[in-house]
Every structure is written in C-alpha cells, then in structure tokens.
C-alpha cells in the first residue's frame, strides 16, 4: 500500500481488517441526552467545511497504520476508529445517492471498491461486531435495533442512523465529488 495515498487509494484492491485485539467502535454520536461534540458531527463538519471550501485536494483524514497480514489484506494497527467512521458515512452516502437515482459509472466503481462487491466486502470490523455491521451499514438488510449485542454494535447503528438523517436533513448535493475529495 502506498504511504501517502486518499481513501480510495487504501481500498483499492485491498481487504482492510480490524483485529480483535483492537477496542470496537467506541464514537458517540449526538443525541437528545447530549448537546456537545461528539467525533462523529465534528468528522461531519470537518467534511462539509473541506468540501464547501473550495479546495481541490482530498481531504486529510490523518495517518493510518496498517500490517499485511496476506497479499491485499490488511490489519489497521491505528486509526480503525476514523476509518470505520469513514466506511458508515460512505456506505450512508451511497445509500443516499441510491435512493435518489441510479449511481454513475465513477460512483459504482468507488462503491466497489471502498464498501462492497459481490461476496467480497473492502472492510471487516472485529469479529464479534462484523456481522451486524455488514447486515445493518453495508448490506442495509437488517434494520433492527432490537438485538443490539455490544455497546460498539449500538454505536455503529447509531452513527449509521446519525448520517443517514444528516444527508436526507441537509438536502446536500451529492456526487462524485464527495468520493474524489476522499
């Protein structure tokens, strides 16, 4: 994998892990109980403010560190907490862009590549959570909260659900360019 590279770069071609011996996802997001910050609006904003910007370089997410485990399969030693936020927010973007008309070439290459094609998924939280995150954020088969196993498992429902609302709410205009800037 490249050293310097976006998003799509990392994804490309690759299988990216969360090890169990990684913590599970552990970002709040905002609710009715809360009115600070939380990682995942401040990652909202932070996005929004870089795309609204102007700027045409991609937006730096921070470092990510990676161990090849096989040829394109890779465990994230730091930054698993960002790039799971990074796949729910994608994966909720595509599901916007679905809904409202059929992906572009470009965008289903992207999709592809960074969230899912075919059996094969571009990225797998720890075991004990990889289930319910394919079903509920990916796959988007399973919709239900009632067997909610793990705290993360709600964190990632609930992060999930937090952009989900955000981008029907905001109306935003969503295209290629969102993907490009990653």
């Keep these: 994998m490249d050293a310097s590279t976006t998003v799509k770069g990392i994804f490309y071609g690759n299988k990216i892990r969360v090890p169990n011996y990684q913590r599970a996802y552990s970002w709040d997001t905002p609710s009715a109980n ?50 799971t936020t990074i796949v729910i927010f994608l994966s909720a973007l595509f599901s916007k862009i679905k809904s409202n008309r059929k992906l572009t070439d470009d965008e289903e290459g992207f999709f592809e590549n960074m969230i899912h094609r075919g ?16 079903d509920y954020v990916i796959n988007q088969s399973s919709r239900s909260k009632a067997k909610l196993d793990t705290d993360s498992s709600k964190r990632i429902a609930d992060a999930f659900d937090y952009f989900t609302k955000k981008l029907l709410k905001r109306k935003m205009i969503i295209s290629i360019k969102y993907c490009k800037r990653l």
């Design 119 to 134: 059996v094969n998924y571009a990225f797998s939280t720890v075991d004990y959570d990889d289930q319910f995150f394919k």
């Design 34 to 83: 809360f009115n600070g910050k939380t990682h995942t609006d401040v990652f909202l904003e932070d996005l929004e403010n870089h795309i609204n910007s102007g700027i045409s370089t991609p937006y730096y997410f921070g470092h990510f560190l990676f161990a090849e485990k096989d040829d394109g399969i890779f465990d994230v030693i730091d930054g698993q907490q960002r790039l």
